[in-house]
């Protein structure tokens, strides 16, 4: 008998994303990620999951989270805004991490810099979503429920 899949989610957002909704609102939207947040806290609420939400402008403590995360938490969502183009640690802690996880990206990345059209996270993620603003944080939340429910469980088997 399978067992029953962890029903929480973490959200983990990174440098400059606490400034959503102000800082260059013509490329990432005009939602705060306290307006994401809670979109995505109603979403989980309703479907019976539990979410996580954290920001941080600093790389080493978004690994730490991402380390505690892989025994409390049954999916992951990223979105490591320039770390995903810099940071081989945090990439080495997402490759630790166990259960499904999506990057995000608000902006289409290969559209922009090419310094950006590489992110060195993709190859550890189980998905990637970029360019659809805000919704893609709703995207990857309700992908990583479906496949948390015990449903997909018994036919990944």
């Not at 945090?90 to 490759?95: G, K, N």
């Amino acid at each position: 008998m399978a067992q029953a899949p962890n029903r929480t989610i973490a959200v983990i957002n990174g440098p400059n994303l606490n400034l959503l909704g102000e800082r260059e609102p013509h490329i990432y939207g005009a939602q705060t990620l306290a307006e994401i947040n809670a979109s995505l806290t109603a979403l989980a609420d309703d479907a019976g999951f539990d979410l996580i939400c954290y920001q941080s402008n600093h790389e080493g403590d978004l690994i730490d989270q991402v380390q505690a995360m892989r025994l409390t938490t049954g999916g992951l969502i990223i979105n490591p805004g320039g770390y995903a183009h810099t940071s081989v640690a945090l990439r080495d802690a997402l490759a630790a991490y166990t259960h499904p996880i999506v990057e995000v990206h608000i902006s289409n990345i290969h559209r922009r810099e090419a310094f950006r059209h590489q992110s060195y996270l993709s190859a550890v993620v189980t998905g990637v979503i970029c360019g659809l603003g805000a919704d893609g944080y709703r995207l990857a939340l309700q992908a990583l429920m479906e496949r948390l429910q015990p449903a997909a469980l018994d036919s990944a088997i």
